[in-house]
């Protein structure tokens, strides 16, 4: 089933994904819509790929190399990587300035650490209730400062590429984005506390607070100072973000610490319903992500029952989830049709808000022949539960 190089009608397979793309907005479409999560580190951290030898260390420092990793990424995923997105060589190259997760967490001051075999992470520095307090007192910092500044820099070095007339197989540059979202306040506050944030919700109740809304409202800020940079007008449909860090809380904890926060992110720059990323254990969490943010769709990880979350969030809200990114990188193909069956039969597709993919963010070193066979099993086996009846 998988497809061979004869079979790479490019202009046929863009023809068809546009056309459901539009009937997906309307309901309307005939099958389900299949989609991969990855990034530049499919080439970064394969050997067979990555023919530059880059690292994370040049990459993060150097906005040439990070540029012709996006391009050698967006080349090699257009043309060996099956999915529902636009494929062959394009009009004009999207490309985006990628710090991967921790680019809010450097910007808040933790420090960046690089180690071979994965993508760059950052150090906790408060760890003690002196240094939260500490923190506090100083405050946030402002747009475009600190690990935010060289982001900037970066942004701007693409963007005179572009304006100077960069191509890349002959193609030019087009569209140019940036982190102007997040990856969630709560998530931030695990992240540079270590996870000490937890014990601070129980033991140190207002100055968690402090801390949670300090990082809030510093992240609005940026948000607001990257939109209008990039011209991205604001409250618009549309918009979400991420916060995988919330599944560590119970949902009365979240409802009263964090549920406040998101709301007021969600009222900054939402018009309508909000959509949000979550991997991880979240169960427990959907009824109150549904009631409270009314949530239009959830992007979702492992491990998540797929079919009972469709039971508790509805046929009105999109789910994306689908195959453990284990079974995609180590195979074999008979395991991936069995969880892809076991996906769709899940009950998951009710109402034909389903998007499959992978669950979450495909594993460096992933086989293409395996993501392609799970697409065209997909292809085949994936209509939506009304219609199979």
């Not at 499919?42 to 790929?49: A, C, G, Q, S, T």
């Not at 405050?139 to 500044?149: L, V």
Request: with cysteine.
């Amino acid at each position: 089933m998988c497809l061979s190089l004869q079979d790479r009608d490019f202009e046929q397979h863009n023809k068809l994904v546009k056309d459901l793309w539009r009937d997906f907005q309307s309901n309307r479409h005939e099958r389900i819509p299949v989609q991969w999560g990855m990034n530049d580190r499919m080439i970064v951290l394969n050997k067979e790929l990555n023919r530059g030898n880059y690292t994370y260390q040049q990459i993060f420092n150097d906005p040439e190399v990070m540029l012709r990793v996006q391009l050698d990424f967006e080349y090699w995923r257009r043309h060996e990587v099956f999915a529902d997105w636009e494929m062959g060589l394009p009009e004009e190259w999207s490309v985006a300035v990628n710090f991967q997760n921790v680019y809010e967490s450097a910007w808040f001051g933790a420090p960046l650490f690089f180690t071979d075999g994965s993508v760059p992470d950052i150090k906790p520095f408060l760890k003690r209730v002196e240094d939260v307090k500490a923190f506090i007192e100083k405050g946030g910092p402002e747009p475009f400062t600190s690990f935010d500044a060289r982001i900037r820099k970066f942004y701007e070095y693409f963007l005179e590429k572009k304006e100077g007339g960069y191509t890349y197989l002959g193609r030019p540059l087009g569209n140019i984005s940036a982190p102007i979202g997040t990856d969630g306040p709560f998530t931030v506050a695990v992240n540079i506390t270590g996870g000490y944030i937890v014990k601070l919700l129980y033991r140190e109740r207002s100055l968690a607070e402090k801390l949670l809304w300090l990082i809030t409202e510093a992240i609005i800020e940026r948000m607001k100072a990257w939109h209008k940079l990039l011209k991205e007008p604001f409250p618009r449909e549309g918009f979400g973000f991420a916060d995988d860090s919330i599944q560590l809380l119970s949902p009365s904890v979240y409802k009263e610490f964090v549920l406040p926060l998101h709301k007021k992110i969600v009222d900054t720059f939402c018009v309508g319903r909000p959509s949000i990323h979550l991997c991880g254990r979240v169960m427990h969490l959907l009824s109150v992500l549904k009631e409270e943010l009314k949530i239009s769709a959830i992007d979702t990880g492992f491990p998540l029952d797929l079919g009972k979350a469709r039971e508790i969030l509805g046929t009105d809200v999109t789910i994306y989830g689908g195959v453990r990114v284990a079974t995609l990188l180590n195979g074999p193909l008979n395991r991936i049709e069995e969880e892809v069956r076991s996906v769709l039969n899940s009950g998951v597709t009710k109402g034909k808000r389903f998007v499959f993919r992978d669950a979450n963010n495909v594993a460096p070193c992933t086989p293409a022949e395996h993501l392609n066979y799970a697409y065209e099993l997909v292809k085949n086996l994936g209509r939506y539960e009304e219609d199979a009846r």
